[in-house]
């Protein structure tokens, strides 16, 4: 596989190799990871693109939010990708990918790339690699990345890693799924965006938006917000509306925080928090060498008959695991 040639071509932008360099980077084969090393250094940094994390509990509509987002964004001129994170079985490890499918329009225009990706069991719903897949669609000329997560309630923190900005698609009526995580998710929410603002559920939607406005202003303000922030808002992305104030609500934000240092500040914490996350990967993937699970499963018989405390037996397992690098 030539490297060198491959980071060209996603650099002229070209799709085909865009989704084979994502692969390439989902991969968790060692030589694959080498190569996925290079890829990310021949790309370089020539371009950063606005990082949008979006989430939502099953059913909210996120699929159609996106298709009717993108497609607004598309028709202002922008490029648009979205990386879509789609749940992994943990028995199987299997995965539908079915969110291009859902998408159909926004598929088809030649402005957009649509990449689904298994979770891989991951939390928060955000592939491991997802951030290298980023980073990908950045070289590719690129100027908005939405990235989709499974669903709200596992580690979303995981999204305000790489994302700028991060909204809450909700639906009307909807809060009392957030019970157990309300609070966590909206400290990290950026927009919070009630859907299905259509029909019946028109007047419903209007006392969600006030509601979670409401509670919003009762929260310690952020110091990377500016006044009035985090939002609360409505939309219909079946009926497109609502979508350009919800976008002008974005760039409003993004502009403040660009004009106010916070954007630099965000994006060198971020480089910081996947560093230490590559030191971490790298140090537990030492424990999958033969040498060390023949260690650490003698280890572990001899704490288990109460042969050795499990503390020192753990000490003696690092020095071990020490001596072999």
């Keep these: 596989m030539d490297i060198t040639d491959m980071a060209q071509r996603i650099c002229a932008g070209e799709r085909r190799a865009l989704a084979r360099g994502i ?151 909807g809060g009392d799924e957030l019970q157990g995580v309300k609070r966590g998710i909206m400290e990290m929410a950026d927009v919070i965006v009630v859907n299905k603002a259509d029909g019946d559920l028109k007047a419903t939607a209007i006392r969600t938006q006030a509601d979670y406005a409401g509670a919003l202003r009762l929260m310690r303000k952020r110091p990377q917000d500016p006044d009035g922030y985090p939002k609360a808002m409505t939309v219909s992305a079946l009926e497109e509306q609502g979508l350009p104030e919800v976008w002008e609500t974005m760039q409003t934000l993004i502009n403040w925080r660009r004009e106010n240092g916070f954007w630099d500040q965000t994006r060198a914490a971020q480089a910081r928090y996947w560093f230490e996350d590559a030191v971490k990967t790298a140090l537990l993937a030492q424990l999958e060498s033969p040498n060390a699970r023949a260690a650490l499963a ?28």
Excluded: W
């Design 23 to 173: 692969t390439l980077v989902e991969s968790g084969r060692e030589d694959h990871r080498a190569q996925a090393t290079e890829l990310l250094a021949a790309v370089g940094k020539s371009k950063e693109a606005l990082r949008i994390g979006l989430s939502g509990t099953p059913g909210v509509g996120k699929s159609t939010f996106i298709e009717s987002f993108g497609m607004m964004l598309t028709g202002q001129g922008l490029r648009v990708a979205v990386l879509a994170v789609d749940p992994s079985s943990s028995r199987s490890g299997g995965s539908i990918l079915g969110d291009k499918t859902r998408m159909d329009l926004l598929s088809r225009d030649p402005n957009a790339f649509i990449r689904p990706s298994p979770s891989q069991t991951h939390l928060g719903g955000v592939a491991r690699r997802t951030r290298e897949a980023v980073a990908l669609c950045e070289a590719a000329g690129f100027d908005v990345v939405l990235i989709e997560t499974v669903g709200v309630g596992q580690s979303e923190t995981v999204v305000a890693q790489m994302a700028d900005l991060f909204l809450l698609l909700l639906a009307p009526a």
């Design 298 to 325: 003698a280890l572990s018989d001899a704490v288990a008959a109460g042969a050795q405390e499990p503390g020192a037996a753990a000490a003696a397992f690092v020095r071990e695991l020490h001596e072999q690098a």
